[in-house]
């Protein structure tokens, strides 16, 4: 890949990585919140247990997020090593170039399409996830 393609793709994966960030952020800031600092509540009395299931559900789901989202923050940083070592663009399965439009949406790409299309069959095949939206 030429040096200016890399040098794109680099910008891409540092933005990516930079929006990331904020959004965990947020999430561990709202995660993290108890629910009656959010709702303001500094009484003694509890919440309603519907309330705190509620809450609970939201903070699991948040948690859910910010794993996902630190899996993705782990391939971009994986992509960034590759653009380094000039071998970013390369599938890591058949070592065919991986499509520019495909780089351009997902830049952490690790895998050209038909790759990707088969290890998702052996994800369904053998009921694993590792789910990093590519």
Excluded: W
């Amino acid at each position: 890949m030429l040096k200016k393609d890399l040098d794109k793709y680099k910008q891409l994966l540092v933005k990516k990585k930079e929006e990331i960030l904020k959004a965990m952020r947020h999430i561990e800031e709202d995660a993290l919140q108890s629910p009656r600092d959010a709702a303001g509540d500094l009484s003694g009395y509890s919440l309603h247990i519907a309330d705190s299931a509620t809450d609970s559900y939201d903070r699991e789901f948040s948690l859910g997020l910010a794993t996902n989202a630190q899996k993705i923050l782990y391939e971009i940083d994986e992509a960034l090593k590759r653009v380094q070592e000039k071998s970013f663009g390369d599938c890591l399965s058949c070592s065919k170039p991986i499509n520019k439009r495909r780089l351009t949406a997902i830049p952490y790409a690790r895998l050209c399409i038909a790759c990707q299309a088969k290890e998702e069959t052996g994800r369904r095949e053998t009921g694993s996830s590792y789910g990093l939206g590519e």
